[in-house]
């Protein structure tokens, strides 16, 4: 209730920063007063604003929205993971901290989210060679046993996502759109973080990037223009927050260039994605 509107656009529900800010100052109370019922004295012992107790005490009047909502998300086979839940998993706290999704609407298998993972970003008009180490990298993941992430975009994203089912392997993705519009497909695991009938917006876009990157022990960008669109500035929020280690292929461009000197490390095709990672491991020693 505090963190999706249920469907309702007329209401703001909590970020995630405020989310877990919130969180972690209820966490500090004493047994007793953590255990009670989120009040309007409990919010104001812990420096919450007014405008924003309001808002929280508001959020949770909504009992009969929230049933609604989660029979709708039956109806669609959608289910709620909450960080409460044994399959949210640890790295979305662990490397995202109060930027961490409160919530997932998931379609699919989340167990998935347990699997070991690469990430894969990219333009959506790819050249030609691009196009090739888009799939290079959905073949080897499939082949070597990791689960692919990507955001589900033309382009990059859905030439190595349907590289990697050709191969029998398991794809992750992060919609930035309605999971209502997707369809259950094996091996695919689909999540959305607001809601799962919340349309696409470019903010939602760029906002979904952080969770791709950071679901991946490694993350490849295929092509990128520097300067411009999410394969681009979720790298370098990556580079400067180091959810990953960014790769990026080679192919001569300045745009790929530009990205190195943001501290991306160049690649042609890898032959191996467990050999890249172990020299990884190693240089990390």
Not at 155 to 169: F, I, N, T, W, Y
Not at 239 to 254: A, E, F, I, K, Q
């Amino acid at each position: 209730m505090l963190c999706c509107n249920l469907g309702d656009d007329r209401v703001t529900p909590l970020t995630a920063h405020q989310f877990h800010t919130i969180r972690r100052r209820i966490s500090q109370l004493e047994p007793m007063q953590e255990g009670g019922d989120l009040s309007l004295a409990t919010l104001e012992s812990i420096g919450v604003p007014a405008p924003l107790r309001e808002q929280m005490l508001s959020l949770l009047e909504r009992d009969s929205a929230l049933q609604w909502y989660l029979r709708g998300a039956e109806r669609h086979f959608v289910s709620v993971l909450t960080r409460l839940d044994e399959d949210y998993p640890a790295w979305m706290e662990e490397k995202l901290s109060r930027n961490a999704p409160p919530l997932l609407f998931s379609l699919g298998n989340t167990a998935l989210l347990r699997t070991p993972c690469v990430s894969l970003v990219g333009s959506r008009n790819l050249q030609k060679d691009n196009l090739l180490f888009a799939e290079r990298i959905g073949m080897l993941a499939a082949k070597e046993g990791y689960t692919l992430v990507s955001g589900g975009a033309d382009g990059a994203d859905s030439v190595a996502q349907e590289a990697c089912l050709r191969h029998g392997g398991k794809v992750i993705v992060f919609l930035p759109d309605k999971l209502t519009d997707r369809k259950e497909r094996e091996n695919v695991l689909y999540l959305s973080e607001e809601g799962y009938d919340v349309p696409f917006s470019a903010q939602r876009a760029l906002n979904r990037n952080r969770l791709i990157h950071a679901a991946g022990e490694i993350t490849f960008v295929a092509q990128c223009t520097e300067n411009h669109g999410g394969s681009w500035r979720g790298s370098v929020e990556n580079l400067h927050n180091r959810w990953s280690p960014v790769y990026v292929y080679d192919d001569g461009s300045t745009h790929a260039r530009a990205l190195m000197n943001h501290g991306a490390e160049p690649i042609d095709l890898p032959q191996s994605i467990r050999q890249l990672q172990s020299e990884i491991s190693l240089f990390s020693l």
